[in-house]
């Protein structure tokens, strides 16, 4: 699996989500071996949450239709980093018996948060060449915005790399990462104090009554 596990397919793979029909409110494509499924997973909920953030921004339209885009948030942005540790977790399992060196050094990033950058980083790519593609804005915003974009473009180049540089050094024993639980509190409604404050609080009216 790790062998096709490269910065370059994966930016290609995140480009043609972005450029599928109905994706990515269609369902998944196909079946995908080891972290590959939730690689599009997790490109799935950062583009859902891409454009709810994008719809949580209108001012043209009452604070039920934001709330509810602040929940949908809540959730893609939960599911998003579940499909980070899921990937993390299928990329350790393939390198189970490719052991750390004495002395090799602990990567602060795992390999599944730097999937999610690019996969952000392929949003903002798409997102931006549309700008500059636009027939209703000035020459102004549209230097502005290639500007922007070659900025990017190198980014995912320079991230890229440093992903290829970390698989191929823990393949070689020479660096390891661990996976990294998230544990959003705020969606936890054990954890949110305003959550489970606001059922002690009806427990406590109801004995009340």
Same mark, same amino acid.
């Given at each position: 699996?790790?062998?096709?596990?490269?910065?370059?397919?994966?930016?290609?793979?995140?480009?043609?989500m972005?450029?599928?029909?109905?994706w990515?409110?269609?369902?998944?494509?196909?079946?995908?071996?080891?972290?590959?499924?939730w690689?599009?997973?997790n490109?799935r909920?950062?583009?859902?949450?891409?454009?709810?953030?994008?719809?949580?921004? +209108?001012? *043209?339209? &009452? #604070?039920?239709? @934001? /709330?509810? %885009?602040?929940?949908?948030?809540d959730?893609?942005?939960?599911? !998003?980093?579940?499909?980070?540790?899921?990937?993390?977790?299928?990329?350790?399992?393939?390198?189970?018996?490719?052991?750390?060196?004495?002395?090799?050094?602990l990567?602060?990033?795992?390999?599944?948060?730097?999937?999610?950058?690019l996969?952000?980083?392929?949003?903002?790519?798409?997102?931006?060449?549309?700008?500059?593609? +636009?027939? *209703?804005? &000035? #020459?102004?915003? @549209? /230097?502005? %915005?290639?500007e922007?974009?070659?900025?990017?473009?190198?980014? !995912?180049?320079?991230?890229?790399?440093?992903?290829?540089?970390?698989?191929a050094?823990?393949?070689?024993?020479?660096?390891?990462?661990?996976?990294?639980?998230?544990?959003?509190?705020?969606?936890?409604?054990?954890?949110?104090?305003?959550?489970y404050?606001?059922?002690?609080?009806?427990?406590?009216?109801?004995?009340?009554?």
């Open positions: 699996m790790l062998k096709d596990l490269t910065a370059s397919s994966l930016t290609q793979f995140h480009d043609e972005l450029a599928t029909a109905g990515p409110s269609s369902q998944p494509l196909a079946e995908r071996p080891g972290a590959w499924l690689i599009e997973a490109h909920y950062n583009t859902l949450l891409w454009n709810e953030e994008d719809k949580a921004r +209108r001012t *043209d339209v &009452g #604070p039920s239709e @934001i /709330a509810a %885009c602040k929940r949908l948030i959730q893609y942005n939960q599911k !998003r980093n579940d499909a980070v540790e899921a990937i993390d977790e299928a990329i350790l399992s393939a390198l189970e018996d490719c052991q750390p060196e004495s002395g090799a050094r990567n602060s990033e795992t390999a599944g948060a730097m999937i999610d950058r996969s952000i980083l392929s949003l903002k790519i798409f997102h931006m060449r549309e700008q500059t593609q +636009r027939v *209703d804005a &000035g #020459p102004e915003h @549209i /230097a502005k %915005c290639s922007k974009l070659q900025r990017l473009i190198i980014q !995912r180049q320079d991230l890229g790399a440093c992903f290829n540089q970390l698989l050094d823990a393949q070689e024993g020479r660096a390891y990462f661990k996976v990294y639980r998230q544990f959003k509190m705020y969606n936890d409604p054990t954890l949110n104090p305003y959550l404050g606001t059922r002690q609080r009806a427990v406590a009216g109801g004995v009340a009554t």
